[in-house]
């Protein structure tokens, strides 16, 4: 499907080594907000932020009940093996903080 046109389904199966990327919900599940509030933490190690296939420069993308896109942020590096996207959008503000725990990892 062409970017942007909130025609996605995902293909994300029990094992997350087929799964795209940055299907995170797929991998993860999906993230209920309680008190407009949401704190996750997750362990991925299919999303580097580094090498050929980082998700530096990438966005993160969060989607309301309906598929709608409430937010979005660009990806960006802070310092080595660590990222933020910030989110401010039409209400709905926050932060994804990355990071990649070992400086083996690819």
């Given at each position: 499907h062409a970017a942007g046109d909130g025609d996605y389904t995902s293909t994300c199966t029990a094992d997350v080594s087929q799964c795209e990327v940055g299907d995170l919900s797929g991998k993860h599940g999906m993230l209920t907000a309680t008190q407009n509030s949401i704190t996750a933490f997750f362990?991925?190690?299919?999303?580097?932020?580094?090498g050929a296939n980082?998700?530096?420069?990438?966005?993160?993308?969060?989607?309301?009940?309906?598929?709608?896109?409430?937010?979005?942020?660009?990806?960006?590096?802070?310092?080595?093996?660590s990222a933020v996207a910030t989110l401010d959008y039409s209400g709905v503000r926050g932060r994804v903080r990355l990071q990649q725990q070992s400086p083996w990892d690819p």
């Open positions: 362990t991925d190690t299919y999303l580097p932020l580094s980082t998700i530096i420069g990438r966005s993160i993308v969060f989607h309301n009940s309906s598929s709608a896109r409430i937010a979005c942020s660009n990806i960006q590096e802070l310092r080595s093996r």
